[in-house]
Each structure stands twice: as C-alpha cells, then as structure tokens.
C-alpha cells in the first residue's frame, strides 16, 4: 500500500517569513496530493490539492509542488501569519472515489508574531 | 464543498458500553465513506472503507467485531464500538468523498472517552 513520510514534524518561524513543508510518497500509482489544515479538535480542512498531471498550483499565500520523477510534493506558505499556526497533514491517494487517503504524520506549524 | 455531518461530538461512557457515531452526507450522495482515528499529536489512520449496501472493509489490525460499521443509505454510515474499553479513546473521523470522486471532505469528528 502507499507510504507518505512528512517532514519536518514541527516548523516555528516568524511572522511574515515563509514555510515549506515536504512529502514523498511510495506508490507510483498516486496521482492525487491533497493538503488539509487541522487545528486543535477540529476536521482537518482542506487548503489546497494538486494532481500528478501538474507540476505546481497555487493559491494566494499557498503553493503546492509535485515531482513525479522524484515522488516528493511540497507544501509552501509565504507571508506567514499567526492564524497559519496549525498541523498540516499531506495526502496521496490513487485517485478513484473509493480508494481513502494515506496520511503523512503532520507538521506542527508555530507562527510566532 | 460538500457538507459532511457527524455525531456527536463528544462521548464520554463507561468501560464496556457501546458507542454509536453517525456520519451523514448533506447535500450528496456518498456510496464510499472512510472511518479514521487520530490519537492525540498523531496523524489520520484509515480504520475502514464503508460501502453502500455491502460490508465494510477493515485495515489491517481493526477488529471489524469491534468497530461495527453499517452504510445502509447513501447519505449515512455508522461507526459503533462495542464494548469500549480506555484505549478505544481516541478521536473518530469519518469522510466521503463529494460528487467530483475526488476530493475527501470531514466531518467534525467525534472525541470518545472510555473511563
């Protein structure tokens, strides 16, 4: 089955700097990386999502990049602002409706102000 | 984006009772609906995949006498946990995937505690 390792687990900086969060994923077959935001007892919320067929969108503040070759897709948040403070989780799926979501482990972002 | 509705909230019951959590799809049909858990500071681990109309599959390592999930409509799937003991406390979240069979949207999950 697929594997998505995240990293860095938690990420503190300053407001106004920008924050990038990394994912690889295991299985080729993937082609659907969404990004969700979840605070504390929440659903986690989805903020941005980006198929294998492109190699960046973006979003406003928000930008995903995917490399295939490489298996590996990046979250990036420039302008920070204390309401980013959040965990975000990454995600790959193969993408029909009814195959779930394999999760990364989280990172844990900290805008300091 | 769809609209997935989840209750309760909050459960907080006795050690060997039953928990019902009910997940409903609001403003969509959803013939695939998937129950996570999240244990605190830890990531969405994939319980099961419910299907409409047919039984439900289980991830390796979930006890399907256990977690007892029913998808008898498409607009509604039901996660129990029988006989709930303190490590079944955790943070339940069901999802389904909206019209486009792509996106996954949550419900607001539920937080069970079993004294």
């Known amino acids: 089955g697929e594997n998505v390792e995240q990293h860095p687990s938690t990420l503190s900086v300053q407001e106004g700097d920008s924050a990038v969060i990394k994912c690889t994923y295991s299985d080729s077959a993937s082609n659907y990386f969404p990004w969700y935001k979840q605070e504390l007892g929440k659903r986690p919320q989805l903020i941005i999502d980006i198929r294998s067929n492109v190699g960046e969108k973006k979003d406003q503040r928000i930008a995903v990049t995917l490399n295939k070759t490489a298996k590996h897709f990046s979250l990036h948040i420039t302008e920070t602002q204390p309401e980013d403070s959040a965990v975000y989780f990454c995600a790959a799926k193969v993408n029909t409706g009814r195959r779930a979501l394999t999760f990364g482990s989280g990172t844990r972002l900290q805008v300091q102000p | 984006g769809a609209v997935v509705s989840q209750h309760p909230s909050r459960v907080i019951c006795k050690s060997g009772t039953s928990v019902k959590i009910e997940c409903r799809s609001l403003d969509f049909q959803a013939t695939t609906m998937f129950w996570y858990r999240q244990f605190p500071k830890q990531s969405l681990m994939l319980m099961a995949t419910s299907n409409e109309g047919s039984k439900a599959t289980y991830e390796q390592g979930v006890e399907k006498d256990k977690f007892l999930i029913n998808h008898a409509s498409l607009t509604l799937s039901t996660l129990t946990v029988t006989s709930a003991h303190p490590e079944d406390s955790s943070f339940y979240i069901c999802?389904?995937?909206?019209?486009?069979?792509?996106?996954?949207?949550f419900g607001s999950g539920t937080q069970l505690s079993v004294l």
């Open positions: 999802s389904a995937v909206g019209s486009t069979n792509e996106k996954l949207f």
